[in-house]
């Protein structure tokens, strides 16, 4: 299927897949649904906040407080890290943020999947002990 892609004023055509193009027909159908709701209760009384929050764009704004906890959160999970290896990090973060398999991992790796499972215990107990 092809798509048009507006950028910067220029039309660009790009060739994408089914489920692509449908999952982009949907979000322009919510958006234009999203548009005429907002535009149907302009003055906002009768405007479901619901379609806002669970369809609309609106920002996220963290207190000081829970900056300051994800903050410290984030200080002492690279400071657990930092007592892996380098093999060991970077297989536990494929795995733990990416969401790659062990197989995969150990593809990419090129070693065992046995190779990554240890890895990956390994860095699991030292952020437990950590802990």
Same mark, same amino acid.
């Given at each position: 299927?092809?798509?048009?892609?507006?950028? +910067?004023? $220029? =039309? @660009?055509?790009?060739?994408?897949?089914?489920?692509? &193009?449908?999952? !982009?027909?949907?979000?322009?159908?919510?958006?234009?649904? %999203?548009?005429?709701?907002?535009?149907?209760?302009?003055?906002?009384?009768?405007?479901?906040?619901?379609?806002? !929050?669970?369809?609309?764009?609106?920002? &996220? &704004? $963290?207190?000081?407080? $829970?900056?300051?906890?994800?903050?410290?959160?984030?200080?002492?999970?690279?400071?657990? @890290?930092?007592?892996?290896?380098?093999?060991?990090?970077?297989? %536990?973060? !494929?795995?733990?943020?990416?969401? @790659?398999? &062990? =197989?995969?991992?150990?593809?990419?790796?090129?070693?065992?999947?046995?190779?990554? $499972? +240890?890895?990956?215990?390994?860095?699991?107990?030292?952020?437990?002990? %950590? %802990?």
């Amino acid at each position: 299927m092809e798509v048009t892609i507006n950028i +910067d004023g $220029q =039309a @660009l055509s790009v060739e994408v897949t089914v489920e692509v &193009y449908e999952y !982009l027909d949907r979000a322009d159908h919510k958006e234009e649904n %999203f548009a005429h709701e907002k535009r149907r209760h302009w003055d906002s009384r009768e405007f479901d906040e619901y379609i806002v !929050l669970t369809e609309g764009r609106s920002c &996220y &704004y $963290q207190t000081p407080e $829970q900056w300051v906890c994800r903050k410290e959160t984030m200080l002492e999970i690279k400071a657990a @890290l930092a007592l892996c290896t380098e093999a060991q990090r970077r297989r %536990f973060l !494929l795995y733990a943020l990416e969401g @790659l398999s &062990y =197989a995969e991992i150990a593809g990419l790796c090129r070693c065992s999947k046995a190779a990554i $499972q +240890d890895s990956i215990e390994a860095v699991r107990k030292k952020i437990k002990k %950590f %802990f």
